[in-house]
């Protein structure tokens, strides 16, 4: 667990709380200190990455720490810069809008990679979300410089409105894809009662139609047949004729 890419995301965590007593402690000496101890939290957000997967050494320790360790970095600096906001470019307060969008989808999207992991679906960083990080980390560390180059800190919040446009988009296509999920999951659970039903329904046994009794053909009455009368009896004894007396 305690291998050189666990190692470096903890070093990530354990400089944060260095970096934000730089709101009490204003010394440029410090605040140099801040932002260089920034600046190689945020090389090891790539090097950590990048040496586990060349040793081999990827861990569910280092997926599951890596993420948080990135977003304490970046929510401290972003607060660290909104409690010494001399020396902006534009109007202080209009700084907050792109902070403000920046913390709002880093916890978009914890909540639905939280969400999709207990069911077993990844939510992969996209090349756009990359380049946001770039654009965030190079614009958080040249606000922090500020106190060396005033121009680093003009130049920082241009970048830094840069990357709240590229957050925004980010996270509304990682929201696109889980409610995409969401929807065949329900469309899923719509179709099998249906599905069930029709199952049941080819397996049940036709029922029985009641026989329709069919009238009985009335049959033709028989007439009675003719008796026939008794043929007479030819007579079998002869008349006799009286002999004619002469």
Do not use: H
């Amino acid at each position: 667990m305690y291998n050189l890419p666990n190692i470096l995301t903890l070093s990530r965590i354990a400089v944060i709380p260095l970096i934000f007593v730089s709101i009490y402690w204003t010394s440029f000496v410090w605040a140099m200190f801040a932002g260089i101890l920034f600046v190689a939290a945020s090389i090891t957000d790539y090097l950590d990455g990048y040496l586990a997967r060349a040793w081999n050494e990827t861990s569910a320790f280092g997926r599951l720490l890596d993420p948080i360790a990135d977003k304490l970095l970046v929510a401290t600096a972003l607060v660290v810069i909104l409690a010494k906001g001399e020396g902006s470019m534009y109007n202080w307060s209009l700084t907050v809008i792109p902070v403000f969008v920046i913390l709002c989808r880093e916890i978009l999207v914890s909540g639905l990679r939280e969400f999709l992991r207990e069911v077993n679906v990844g939510l992969p960083v996209t090349k756009l979300a990359k380049w946001k990080t770039a654009f965030q980390m190079t614009a958080l560390a040249m606000m922090l410089f500020r106190q060396l180059w005033i121009g680093w800190s003009y130049l920082g919040e241009v970048l830094l409105w840069v990357a709240a446009v590229l957050t925004f988009i980010t996270g509304y296509q990682y929201y696109q894809r889980s409610l995409e999920y969401v929807k065949g999951e329900e469309s899923k659970k719509a179709a099998k009662p249906a599905k069930v039903k029709a199952e049941v329904k080819a397996e049940a046994p036709a029922e029985a139609k009641p026989a329709v009794k069919k009238a009985p053909a009335k049959k033709a009455a028989k007439k009675p047949a003719a008796k026939k009368a008794p043929a007479k009896k030819a007579s079998t004894t002869k008349k006799k004729t009286p002999a004619k007396k002469a």
